[in-house]
């Protein structure tokens, strides 16, 4: 079967650094997504994974291992505004969006 | 219009009602897909259109019905609403293509209540 897996929940601290895992098993592989949705919003788009390393956008990041069925979210010098879930999502062979269930970061000041 | 549009934003219904969710996007995208999220689950979908005239199932599609006469409205339809439908319904759509260009973006959402 398909399967995301991410945790359910972090915790960190004002102006440190977080980084959210994700481990995928699915049918076909047309790259992985992470979305931020704050609450009562819609996802938003933040990242996109097809080849292996590491993708830099100003204070995210994410990398992908697919021999692993690996990739991770990094933020860094978080901001109370980063407080949000963080969904992972692999683009199946179908071109499909599989998703995992989302991970909250809580930011403490 | 700027995007995608879903209506209405929020809605009280009786089970057995029929209803149906409203979903207008005008990025001319392809592809247009309908997901519920209830908590602790990812997003499931539900039905999708790859092109207009088309409509596909997705993973959650018993109780829900779509159609796709043109490129910028997919809306979806409970055509007998019960309880176990309670939840947030999110349009979504994405231009076929390489790269970043396959990312799906998605509209406000719908909160369903089934009483």
């Known amino acids: 079967g398909q399967n995301i897996d991410q945790p359910t929940e972090m915790t960190a601290t004002e102006g440190a650094i977080v980084q959210i895992n994700c481990t995928y098993q699915?049918?076909?592989?047309?790259?992985l997504f992470w979305y931020q949705q704050h609450a009562g919003e819609a996802p938003t788009f933040l990242s996109y994974?097809?080849l292996d390393g590491l993708e830099e956008k100003g204070r995210f990041s994410s990398f992908l291992s697919r021999s692993k069925g690996y990739s991770y979210l990094l933020l860094k010098e978080l901001q109370m505004k980063d407080s949000a879930s963080y969904l992972c999502?692999?683009?199946?062979?179908?071109?499909?969006?599989?998703w995992g269930a989302g991970t909250k970061l809580i930011i403490k000041p | 219009i700027a995007g995608i549009t879903q209506a209405p934003t929020s809605q009280i219904l009786a089970a057995g009602r029929r209803m149906t969710l409203r979903c207008t996007q005008d990025?001319?995208?392809?592809?247009m897909y309908w997901y519920r999220q209830d908590l602790g689950l990812g997003l499931r979908l539900i039905h999708y259109?790859?092109?207009?005239?088309?409509?596909g199932k997705g993973e959650v599609p018993d109780g829900y019905s779509v159609s796709r006469a043109n490129t910028d409205d997919f809306p979806l339809t409970l055509a007998s609403a019960v309880p176990s439908q309670t939840s947030v319904y999110f349009c979504?759509?994405?231009?076929?293509?390489?790269?970043?260009?396959?990312?799906?973006?998605f509209g406000p959402g719908t909160r369903l209540t089934v009483l």
């Open positions: 979504a759509s994405r231009q076929e293509g390489a790269y970043e260009t396959d990312t799906q973006y």
């Open positions: 259109s790859n092109t207009a005239g088309t409509t």
């Open positions: 999502a692999v683009m199946d062979s179908n071109y499909q969006l599989i």
């Open positions: 699915t049918s076909g592989f047309n790259g």
């Open positions: 990025m001319r995208h392809n592809a």
């Open positions: 994974n097809v």
